[in-house]
């Protein structure tokens, strides 16, 4: 698990007008339920907005599917719908001790306990906005969970957590975003000459579009970009020995997704 604390200069993003709509409207793309509690008043309202509007810049901008240059000009742009590397959104307004805790900080010690929105996005996440060591491949961080505890007021990540497997959040959670994702799986064939990738859902009409990755010199290059084919969408790949891993890339409204690491020996 990667945790942090972000710098405001860093992470400051300008106050947008969001779509958040309260008492039974929904949020920000539409998709999935309206952030709970009766009676929140404009002031709380576009605190909300600021809030999602960072917790969707913080994410286009860790986008794994596009280079770092893209993902920032996306970052810029991403105010009024979640990012394809998105696939579910869950939020809870909470004061930031709190917050700390459900994200595996329960003895943080924070000068102001102020109010916070938590934030916490399932799908697939590169860590770029922040300052970070290169793991040990010297990849950037992937991740499938990012927490991020934003200042309503002010639109500022303060708090992140990268992880492996979602947490249960507590308080008055909210649903923004439930999206289909596909599944990507990565396997050697019987000789062990070749990869086998394998995408779910079967789509007899539409296939899906892959980037193979291999490690080279420590770091994580793009090998072969390919399409799935019939019914099942399997594909097949000659590769030379090495550590390569695939990635189904976002469409027809199914987030994408990534298959773990497969060690290729010839």
């Known amino acids: 698990m990667k945790k942090g604390r972000a710098t405001a200069a860093g992470l400051a993003v300008a106050a947008v007008a969001v779509a958040v709509v309260v008492n039974g409207a929904s949020v920000a793309d539409g998709t999935g339920a309206a952030p709970a509690g009766q009676g929140v008043g404009p002031a709380q309202a576009r605190g909300l907005g600021r809030a999602v509007a ?64 938590l934030f916490q996005m399932v799908g697939e996440f590169s860590l770029r906005v922040y300052p970070h060591p290169p793991d040990v491949d010297g990849a950037p ?33 909210s649903v923004l975003l439930n999206r289909r994702t596909s599944r990507v799986s990565l396997d050697t064939d019987r000789s062990r000459s070749k990869l086998k990738v394998d995408v779910d859902p079967d789509r007899a009409r539409r296939d899906y579009s ?12 793009v090998f072969k970009k390919l399409t799935t084919t019939g019914a099942r969408d399997l594909g097949k790949v000659d590769a030379p020995k090495g550590t390569y891993r695939a990635i189904s890339l976002p469409g027809a409204k199914l987030a994408g997704s990534s298959s773990g690491n497969v060690r290729l020996r010839k």
């Open 54 to 117: 960072a917790a969707m810049s913080v994410a286009a901008a860790d986008n794994p599917f596009m280079t770092a240059s893209k993902a920032e000009r996306a970052a810029n742009r991403a105010s009024t719908e979640w990012p394809s590397n998105v696939s579910s959104v869950r939020m809870v307004p909470l004061p930031r001790s709190s917050a700390l805790a459900q994200m595996g900080e329960p003895d943080a010690v924070v000068g102001d306990d102020q109010e916070m929105v």
């Open 210 to 221: 892959l980037t193979i990755y291999r490690v080279r010199h420590g770091k994580w290059r």
């Open 141 to 173: 961080i992937n991740s499938p969970v990012l927490l991020l505890a934003i200042d309503p007021d002010s639109g500022d990540t303060l708090d992140f957590s990268m992880r492996q497997e979602p947490v249960s959040l507590t308080g008055d959670v």
